[in-house]
């Protein structure tokens, strides 16, 4: 079996890892046009902000690694043209530019995806720079020693990582976004507000509900961010405004979502049965609507490269959906979500309804007991939880796991009340914050059918 890859972040180390771990005779060709492969782009932040010492910690797998499995990695060649009827692929060697022809029994593509770059004026000015490789993250380094202030469009999960990280090397940083909150994808007000406030605090400049419109500079360096409120100086410009799939070799081949998304059925086949798809580059099941999106996670993009593997050659493991879970840890808050938010599920014009809880994670006779905020998003007729969000300087992120697994399997919120939790007061109270949430959610009435005679 004669199977090639294209792309190889992670989605693609994941399913030729796996490939040739189950089938040790096939023939698997990698061609990634980067210097690098694996590469964590989600420890660009950590490493910029020095808690990271050592990058090469960010890369999990390398080419030599690749080859001790059996693996032809074809480093720094670009795949130009795919045909999937005839099953070949055209690819040029990008340091000798010699072009050549390959076959496929299986066409495995992990493309990932690319920065979106605005069509604005002053674009092309030296100092913007964008984040998403290792390359970037080394270019974001170097350039920001030797500047003080920094700007960064986009107030997503990078954008945010990044803004605290230019903070604790002392830049005066400004925080550009076109929505009036950061994170809005992610978070409802209640836990983003607490979370600006933590970065005002800091004397980080939130210019919010502003949307870029040009880049101005002197002698051919970026000095202003222009937007519709204003202008902002700035010596270097991070651009975090989002990402698109990089799926042009396949447009008019298979089956894609109007912004280019691959579509792959439970198995990670595309509408071309011997053409596999995943990660960045594809639509997943978002199973708090029931429908295909694009949510760009390497939790997602490792599962579906481990099932491309799987599924190869015979449909064995279904795709469960994903519930887009997610976590950060700005300054001293703990944060995670899963599923919708609020603003999200009404977006979907969904009939929801939601809990809020505040409580102290632990009995207030311990030495300490942090509180914690969470919320639970659920549907107002069918009871089912549908999202949450969880925020504490304790660290209580993995109960936004366990909710995940309460959505994936279309638990209630009333459930969830009486989900059986353990107790011990290092780490909770008799009634779990879990438990609280669904009893809080509990209808206050009890109709005559639900009533109980002793």
Known sequence: MKVAVIGCTHAGTAAIVNIAQLYPDAEITVYERNDNISFLSCGIALYIGGVVQDPQGLFYSSPEKLAELGVKTK???????????RKTLHARDLQTGEEFDDSYDKLVVTTGSWPIIPNLVGMDLDGILLSKNSNHSNAIIERAKQVNRIT???????????VEAFEMNGKHVTLIDGEDRILSKYLDEEFTTPIQKSLEERGITLALGEKVSSFAGENG????????????????????????????????????LPGGAILVNDYMQTSQ????????????????????????????????????????????????????????????????????????????GMDIDTVMMTDNYRPEFMP????????????????RILGAQIMSKMDLTQSINTLSVCIQNRMTVDQLAFIDFFFQPHYNKPWNFLNTAGLQALPKEITRKEEVTV
Do not use: W
Not at 75 to 85: A, Q
Not at 152 to 162: F, H, K, Q, R
Not at 283 to 298: D, F, S, V
């Open 75 to 85: 480093m720094l060649h670009e795949v130009i043209n795919v045909n999937t009827e």
């Open 221 to 256: 360096k970026v000095t202003k961010v222009i937007t519709s409120k204003g202008e902002h100086e700035t010596d270097l410009v991070i651009l975090c405004i989002g990402f698109r799939p990089n799926t042009d070799l396949l447009k008019g081949q298979v089956e894609m």
């Open 368 to 383: 300490s007991f942090e509180q914690v905020q969470l919320k639970v998003v659920f549907d107002r007729a069918t009871r």
């Open 273 to 348: 049965p011997d053409v596999y798809a995943a990660g960045d580059s594809c639509a997943i099941r978002y199973n708090p609507t029931g429908k295909h999106a694009y949510i760009p996670l390497a939790t997602n993009a490792v599962r579906m490269g481990t099932l491309v593997a799987r599924n190869l050659v015979t449909p064995t493991i279904p795709y469960m959906g994903t519930q887009g879970t997610s976590g950060i840890k700005i300054y001293e808050l703990n944060i995670a979500g899963t599923g919708l938010t609020e603003d999200g599920a009404k977006a979907e």
């Open 152 to 162: 960064v469009v986009g107030a997503g999960y990078i954008g945010v990582e990044l």
